[in-house]
Each structure stands twice: as structure tokens, then as C-alpha cells.
């Protein structure tokens, strides 16, 4: 069976946020990008490869489809275009990026495609996306690169009305510059 894997840029106080920054007009948007480094993009580039496909929420996917397309020449961009990208919406009318795929039933589609051949799935980013899949209980692994600042306020990954859901930490990573990953499990 196939994981959905979530990999998410997070502050200390659970905020998170794209590395551009401009998804929400926070006044400290742009943080995570302070915290770049090749520890962090070697990290981020193995995430990649140790799955076959991408999953999607409708903004991120809008996007990276205006981003990626036009980037070629390395392992990062390459993949980033080959692999099947599956994107959950239900107002999409359709999707051009290369080997894009629109998911219109989450919880049934998603179960199916977890039951496919193949290697795992990796969501980026998404966070109203990510919201949904800890409701319906579609997580397998939370990859959480925690930066470490507190910017007071901005995009929560956690609700307050999640039911309880027990993740076991499976690996942990700290980089020079204070970033430190954290790999979880979801527990049955």
C-alpha cells in the first residue's frame, strides 16, 4: 500500500507557509526563506526522490504549474515535472501541467489510489488540503521542517476541533542554522 506523505515549512507557533511567502498577507511572510540552506535543499531534494508522485491542493497546484513547467535541467525540477501530480479539487475545470491529474472525491479516490502500485505520495504545502486529509484519516507520515521563529499569527496547520490522531517519531534531523526536522508516523 502507498503512503501519503505531508512535508511542511512550520514555525514554532504552528504557523506555516510556502518558501515565497506571498500565499497570505502576513506581515512577516517570507521567514521560512531566511532558514535556507544546502542541509535543508540536500533534505528536501531525498524527500523527492523517495516517492513516485505529488499530491496537491488546488492553490499550491496553481502555483507550481505556473512555476514549474518552465524549470528544467535539474534532479529537483526534472521530477517535479515527470511525476504523476494528482491535485484535489472541485472546481479545477482541468489541469495542464504535465501528467496532472484532478481528484474530485478525496476520501474514495485517495483511498483507491493509496491501494495502486507504486511508491509513496508526497504532499506539499496545502495546508486546507492537509486540513481534510487529518480528518479523513488519509496521513501516513508528517515531515515538519520546524524554522525557528514565532511570527505571532498567520496560516494554522492544526484546528482546534481535530480529533485526537497519535503520529510516533520516526526520525529527527537538526541542520546548522536551527532548523530541525521532525518525522512522524501516524499510529493505528
Do not use: C
Request: glycine content about 10%; hydrophobic content about 40%; charged content about 20%.
Amino acid at each position: 500500500m502507498r503512503k501519503i506523505i505531508v512535508t511542511e515549512f512550520i514555525t514554532l507557533d504552528g504557523v506555516v507557509e510556502a518558501p515565497g511567502g506571498d500565499e497570505t498577507p502576513h506581515p512577516h511572510g517570507g521567514w521560512q526563506a531566511r532558514y535556507r540552506s544546502p542541509e535543508g535543499g540536500k533534505y528536501k531534494m531525498d524527500e523527492l526522490k523517495s516517492v513516485d508522485a505529488l499530491l496537491l491542493g488546488k492553490n499550491t497546484y496553481s502555483g507550481f504549474s505556473n512555476y514549474w513547467p518552465t524549470q528544467t535541467g535539474n534532479d529537483f525540477a526534472d521530477s517535479m515535472n515527470h511525476y504523476p501530480k494528482y491535485v484535489v479539487s472541485a472546481t479545477l475545470p482541468n489541469a495542464g501541467w504535465n501528467n496532472s491529474h484532478i481528484i474530485r472525491d478525496m476520501a474514495t479516490e485517495l483511498a483507491a489510489l493509496k491501494n495502486t502500485q507504486g511508491g509513496n505520495i508526497l504532499v506539499y504545502g496545502s495546508a486546507t488540503l492537509v486540513k481534510s486529509l487529518l480528518q479523513h484519516n488519509l496521513i501516513d507520515e508528517l515531515h515538519l521542517m520546524l524554522i525557528p521563529v514565532v511570527v505571532g499569527g498567520g496560516l494554522k496547520l492544526f484546528d482546534d476541533n481535530l480529533q485526537l490522531r497519535n503520529f510516533s517519531l520516526s526520525r529527527s534531523q537538526a541542520f546548522e542554522n536551527g532548523v530541525v526536522v521532525l518525522e512522524y508516523q501516524l499510529l493505528p
